[in-house]
């Protein structure tokens, strides 16, 4: 676990000492992904870039939001129109600004939502504005932003956790939220509306089954503007996030919530607020507020920066030495994400002849395998065994010869 590399020194800080992250985005055949965490006050509003120019914004804050605050700032970055647009549930301070974004900046090709509808007049204003490009997302998709940045929606509709019909009742709107995970090479980034994690105060623990599913990340945009019903430990345990943005204002709730500032920091999340709030307080050493958007930017390979703290980016090749045993197992996949096609390479320990180069979807089910020897390169076309187009989505490699093994996630952009 890195800390940033801080203003002034610390204990449990890695100095990255004068690297700016402008002199790191020099990785081969890859883009860059920017991240903006845009403070909205007391809602939730996150733009995603890729530096193929592709857009998508998540959530638009509240009503009066999108004319007052995200409109002016698309429009100071020079985006004059989004490519997608996307809602992660229908609460007026996640949705309420969407629809004037929409007839503000504008949208070019869709915007998805988790399907279904609500009762208030801010849903209604916005499914009538979207209505000729509103599509329904599904689990599993994932939305191409171009050059190696991609966004996958891990979770809609409880998950699994709870039954149709989805809608409130008999089901907390908090409950069915949108989540999707951005990936840029080695990093990614989870953002779900306001999840909940614990069965308790009229929610569902949703972010339990979700956790093993979406696995370590980088930066975590803490659910429910760190409501203590969300971020629960075994959640933060699988996801073990280096960083945690906070979205919040000052609002009546008490967000957020000191028992969520605690667990993140026992998880080892330094934490960053786009605005003090009306509740915890973040030790010191810990994080700060910083009292406007919180900027995340990465070339997906070296660094990471959030709010100009630097953080260093582990490789993507996996090569850890085996729990017992000589050597080590190497196992890397490029280009990934890959559309068409992409090359797996690969070493086994000296000491180990031969091994088995595995590959399962995301619900475990083995969908091809090769017999391997030493070290090699073999390329894969997105094929299963069978040679069947497999489906767009996120898959796992896995590399096992004696005692030694290794994993790798690969995503299928189709």
């Known amino acids: 676990m890195h800390r940033p590399a801080p203003r002034s020194s610390g204990p449990g800080m890695l100095l990255l000492g004068v690297l700016a992250l402008p002199a790191l985005l020099a990785a081969p055949a890859q883009g860059t992904l920017t991240i ?174 979700l956790g093993p599913e979406v696995g370590e990340i980088e930066v975590y945009r803490v659910d429910h503007h760190g409501s203590r019903y969300s971020s629960n430990a075994s959640y933060l345990a699988a996801l073990s996030p280096e960083a945690a943005v906070i979205s919040v204002g000052t609002n009546s709730y008490g967000h957020p919530h000191q028992e969520v500032i605690n667990r993140l920091v026992a998880a080892g999340s330094y934490i960053y607020q786009t605005e003090a709030g009306s509740g915890g307080t973040i030790p010191s050493g810990s994080g700060r507020v910083v009292g406007s958007h919180v900027v995340i930017e990465t070339d997906g390979y070296t660094a990471y920066t959030v709010a100009g703290d630097v953080y260093a980016l582990s490789a993507m090749s996996v090569d850890v030495p085996p729990a017992s045993g000589p050597g080590a197992v190497l196992l890397e996949v490029g280009p990934n994400p890959f559309r068409l096609a992409t090359t797996v390479r690969y070493r086994l320990p000296g000491s180990v002849q031969a091994g088995q180069l595995a590959l399962f979807d995301i619900h475990g089910r083995q969908v091809r395998s090769w017999r391997v020897a030493g070290s090699g390169e073999l390329p894969w076309d997105g094929r299963d065994v069978a040679g069947g187009e497999l489906a767009a989505g996120v898959y796992f490699l896995r590399l096992n010869g004696a005692d030694s093994r290794g994993s790798q996630r690969v995503v299928l952009i189709r």
């Open 36 to 209: 903006h965490c845009i403070d909205v006050g007391q809602g939730d509003a996150t733009l995603i870039r890729s530096s193929s120019g592709q857009t998508l914004l998540f959530d638009g804050g509240d009503n009066g939001k999108g004319n007052s605050v995200v409109n002016p700032y698309l429009a100071s970055l020079g985006i004059a129109e989004l490519t997608y647009m996307a809602a992660s549930h229908y609460h007026a301070d996640h949705l309420g600004g969407l629809d004037e974004v929409y007839n503000g900046t504008g949208v070019a090709l869709a915007c998805y939502d988790r399907g279904w509808s609500y009762t208030t007049q801010t849903y209604q204003t916005y499914a009538a504005t979207v209505a000729s490009l509103r599509q329904v997302v599904t689990d599993g998709q994932v939305i191409d932003l171009g050059e190696g940045v991609s966004v996958r929606c891990v979770t809609l509709n409880g998950n699994g956790v709870v039954v149709s019909p989805f809608s409130q009742p008999p089901h907390d709107e908090n409950d069915l939220c949108i989540g999707l995970v951005v990936s840029c090479g080695a990093f990614d980034f989870l953002v779900a509306g306001d999840l909940g994690g614990m069965n308790s105060g009229g929610y569902a623990d949703i972010e339990t089954s």
